[in-house]
């Protein structure tokens, strides 16, 4: 199965540290869904507690945050509480336990050759299709801020319908869609567009 952008997000039930939850729970949030290949692992430890320090950034964005990897709930249980008995940061969201690795292959989110979830992250919008997915090596940590700027883009094309230029950041201008007529683009001549094919927005 392939999970392809502007597609619905496969739904699930799973177990996690917070309980069982379904995707369509969160149907009219976003949802931002990650995972990591195993716990106890280095880099995927510096990332939970770098999301659990941005979590309010998040919650303020009304953004849920859902991690997963292949780990029994055991397993996520003890990694949790040890990054809090370690380093006084507790984990505010749900970790999916996918032993059966149902929610991984539907988001193309496991490596066969390892059995272990590869580093995948999910931007799901309110009516859960699938907005934006990058997929990350084990050597490469995630860009927590990049992450909330790209949540921040997509809520600013939601409502205004425009889209972001390179480096794009809230408060700045977004850029309207292309002409799809001769006639328009002729039309863009005249209303102060930097170009026919490119014009600014202030929303």
Known sequence: MA?????????????????PVSLSDYK?????????????????TTEFMGFSERYEDFKKLGVELLGLSVDSIYS?????????????????????????KEVARAYNMIDEKTGTTVRG??????????????YYPAE??????????????????????LATPVNWEPGQPG???????????FKR????????????VNA
């Not at 009219?28 to 995927?44: I, M, N, Q, R, Y």
């Not at 992250?121 to 990058?134: E, H, L, N, Y």
């Open 3 to 19: 999970v392809y952008l502007g597609q619905k997000a496969p739904d699930f039930t799973a177990n996690t540290t917070k309980g």
């Open 28 to 44: 009219g949030k976003w949802v931002l869904l990650f995972s990591h290949p195993a716990d106890f692992t280095p880099v995927c």
């Open 140 to 161: 490469v940590g995630r860009n927590i801020s990049e992450i909330l700027r790209v949540v921040k883009a997509f809520q600013f094309n939601w409502k205004n319908k």
């Open 76 to 100: 996520h249980i003890a990694w949790l509480r040890d990054i809090k008995e370690h380093y006084g940061i507790e984990v505010p969201f749900p970790l999916i336990a996918d032993l059966d």
């Open 121 to 134: 992250v999910f931007i799901i919008d309110p009516d859960q299709k699938v907005r934006w997915m990058i």
């Open 175 to 185: 850029i309207a869609g292309a002409p799809s007529t001769l006639d328009d683009s």
């Open 189 to 200: 001549d005249k209303d102060g567009s930097e170009r026919w094919y490119l014009k600014r």
